[in-house]
């Protein structure tokens, strides 16, 4: 017996009687209804999402936004029953509840009364993250309590792009007002460099002004130093004068009684008018450069008061102003703290960067308000006390004619004197008639002595008075000078350091972008949904029911040839005894479940493309591969049944059931148990299904090849088995070999 004619024997005992015709095509049937029904209920699940029964519950009170009423709860249960998704009813809260229970809906979203307010939170110091809440029931069905968390992600990055874009607007217009407020400071710092350039020249000529006083007081100080001796030596000539000029009235009085002594007195009161003489005439030299000198003092202390008082006045302006801008300083640095701080485009060190420059100019300005304090109470004491020195100095300059008159008048008083004593030393007789006269002249020469007398005494008590405040005067006028110098230090400090603070607020506006209305509101639609996935698939199998379809194929290949190997004989006893050639008998025994293996895979491929219109890529290939694997599986089931009889038979259902967990037709292989994804790469039906992917999806050729490879090892192998078997049996037989077989 040939090859071709075990096929056709075997294939006309099967159709040899009506029942065997009927159980032979149920049996062709099994694969094509269990792979077809299958992956007709399972074709496009997804697409009928819309018939799925949800409820929504909107219990948002609202809030308000900027002055102005959202509702988010609305908003979002609008848009979800307007999507069309599920099949959306918004009812109350109970009847929610219960329907889930009672399988009315098979999941509820509720949005709970806070949950605009809690959107809304998030722009004050008390952020709140919004809650959804999904209810389900695994009763209704497992695959829809997925579906319902998949749904409520939905919601939720929905509801976020929404309020993300919102709060985007929101920080883009604070942006540009930071923008354009960072413009003003610019602006303000400029100005701030500009006045304290002038500013600093202003004090550079303070200082040179406050130099030239302190000089000039110096020099003041050192010509008062002797005037206190000088005046006490005068004083001292005008009590003596006055002492003198006593002593002559009284003697003169004493002559008017005592004529009769006349001549013998003439000649001593010759000689002491000679020493008046002579004290007036020194007198009168020591005090004749009186005038001139007080005169000077009263003009220099004069110039002194009006400059000084020039000086506060001028300085006056400038110091509340530096005192005003330390005063303004910490606000305006106070206020662009937070808005430095909140910013989300200038970086970390930017900002650290910007504030340290904020304190430091803080600093400054209040080190220079002090400063400026000082100053200005220094210059406001100097120009009291040049006042001051200046009424002294005039109210001597005034006084000292005076003196210098009643000096020079008794000077000449003492000349008449002289020349009278010596007449009334040579004319002694002719005195007495004159006495009377010249007693009076003396009483009004000792009144007048006496007022010399009492204007020096004073000038004297007046001179230590003004070297004093000529030596304060100096000390000020140092400390004015060292309080200028530091000025125009500080200044010069303040021009460098609002000259920086200018060029790095600049610097800070430009790294803030410029933008409009329109581009706000696509930056702000980047920034809440800035990520876009776009579909790049290399292999798309279309829908659920194509993805699914490998796997249901194979299976129904290992199906149906578990099925004809029900009612087929693996091998011919028969010809076993009467041909006695293993191969030819083994072949003759694979061939006939092969052919009808074709016939199940063409009408199985027809069903799966033509009539549940799934996507194939590559017709022949997928049909190759197919049949490739019916062949494999029909050689291995052959092998177990040749090997173990019905025991065999037995273990084909069990290891089509290890494949069923193993094969990776619905989960990824890689989610498996560590022993059944072993057992991934070591059975057949992982590669048929791999194969068949690659085929229907336009996947990897090379992939495809490899898999076939594997299954076509299988087959050798399993065909090598019911050969070694096949061989043993024609040689010798055993009792087990004669006992017949459960399935014919």
């Not at 009284?250 to 000649?267: E, F, R």
């Not at 004069?302 to 110091?319: H, I, M, N, Q, R």
């Not at 702000?524 to 790049?536: C, G, H, K, R, Y």
Request: aromatic residues 4%.
């Amino acid at each position: 017996m040939t090859t071709t004619s075990l096929v056709r024997a075997e294939l006309a005992r099967l159709t040899a009687t009506p029942l065997a015709r009927l159980a032979f095509i149920a049996l062709m049937c099994v694969p094509l209804l269990y792979g077809g029904a299958y992956l007709w209920a399972n074709r496009d699940p997804y697409a009928n999402l819309d018939q799925v029964p949800a409820a929504i519950v909107d219990q948002d009170a609202g809030a308000t936004l900027d002055g102005d009423r959202v509702d988010y709860g609305k908003d979002v249960a609008k848009e979800a029953i307007d999507g069309g998704d599920f099949r959306w009813t918004e009812t109350t809260a109970a009847d929610a509840r219960s329907g889930v229970r009672n399988g009315t809906y098979d999941f509820v979203v509720t949005i709970p009364h806070d949950f605009s307010a809690a959107l809304v939170s998030a722009q004050t110091d008390d952020p709140e993250r919004a809650k959804l809440t999904l209810t389900t029931a695994d009763t209704n069905s497992y695959l829809a309590s997925t579906i319902a968390e998949q749904a409520g992600k939905t919601m939720r990055t929905a509801v976020a792009e929404r309020v993300g874009k919102q709060a985007a607007k929101t920080l883009l217009v604070g942006l540009a007002d930071v923008r354009d407020s960072l413009g003003d400071a610019v602006d303000g710092a400029g100005q701030l460099a500009s006045g304290a350039t002038s500013a600093r020249d202003g004090a550079d000529r303070l200082a040179d002004g406050t130099g030239q006083l302190s000089s000039g007081a110096s020099e003041l100080a050192a010509g008062t130093a002797d005037l206190p001796s000088q005046t006490q030596q005068l004083d001292s000539g005008a009590q003596q004068v006055a002492a003198g000029a006593s002593k002559l009235a009284s003697g003169l009085s004493d002559a008017q009684q005592q004529t009769a002594a006349l001549p013998s007195q003439t000649q001593q009161l010759n000689t002491g008018a000679q020493q008046l003489q002579s004290g007036l005439h020194q007198l009168r030299d020591a005090s004749a450069a009186l005038p001139s000198g007080t005169a000077a003092l009263s003009e220099g202390a004069g110039t002194l008061a009006s400059k000084s008082g020039e000086l506060a006045d001028a300085s006056t302006p400038f110091f509340e102003g530096v005192e005003q801008l330390a005063e303004q300083s910490p606000q305006l640095v106070s206020s662009l703290k937070p808005v430095v701080a909140t910013s989300t485009v200038l970086t970390a060190e930017q900002k650290t960067r910007l504030l340290a420059s904020l304190d430091a100019l803080q600093t400054s300005t209040t080190t220079l308000g002090t400063n400026a304090s000082t100053v200005s109470s220094g210059v406001q004491g100097i120009a009291s006390g040049s006042a001051k020195l200046a009424a002294g100095a005039a109210d001597l300059a005034a006084k000292a004619p005076a003196l210098t008159s009643g000096i020079q008048q008794a000077s000449d008083g003492s000349d008449a004197l002289a020349a009278g004593t010596s007449t009334l030393a040579a004319k002694a007789p002719e005195l007495s008639s004159g006495i009377a006269s010249a007693a009076d002249g003396a009483s009004t020469l000792s009144d007048g002595a006496s007022q010399v007398a009492a204007g020096t005494s004073k000038l004297a008590a007046a001179a230590p008075t003004l070297s004093n405040g000529a030596s304060q005067l100096a000390t000020g006028a140092a400390s004015a000078d060292d309080g200028a110098k530091s000025l125009a230090s500080g200044l010069t400090k303040l021009e460098s350091g609002s000259t920086e603070l200018a060029d790095k607020l600049d610097q800070g506006r430009t790294k803030i972008p410029a933008s409009t209305a329109s581009s706000r509101e696509d930056q702000a639609s980047v920034i809440s949904d800035p990520v876009q996935v776009e579909d790049d698939n290399v292999a798309s199998a279309g829908n659920y029911g194509a993805g699914l379809a490998p796997f249901f194929i194979s299976l129904a290949a290992w199906i149906g040839m578990y099925a004809l190997f029900l009612i087929l004989k693996p091998i011919s006893k028969r010809a076993i005894t009467a041909v006695r050639k293993p191969l030819r008998v083994v072949l003759g025994g694979w061939l006939t479940p092969v052919l009808l293996g074709v016939v199940q895979m063409v009408a199985l491929f027809l069903i799966v493309r033509f009539a549940l219109d799934l996507n194939v890529v590559q017709a022949g290939p997928t049909i190759g591969v197919m049949v490739l694997a019916s062949a494999t599986f029909a050689a291995i089931i052959m092998a177990l049944n040749v090997l173990l009889g019905s025991v065999g038979q037995f273990l084909g259902l069990v290891l089509m059931l290890v494949q069923l967990v193993t094969a990776g037709g619905t989960f990824p292989w890689q989610t498996l148990p560590g022993p059944l994804a072993a057992l991934h790469f070591a059975l057949p039906m992982t590669y048929s299904v791999d194969a068949i992917r690659q085929t229907m999806y336009g996947g990897s050729a090379a992939t495809a090849w490899s898999d076939a490879g594997v299954l076509l090892c299988w087959l050798l192998g399993a065909l090598l088995v019911s050969y070694l078997v096949t061989a043993r049996q024609t040689r010798s037989r055993t009792l087990r070999d004669l006992r017949p077989s459960l399935i014919g």
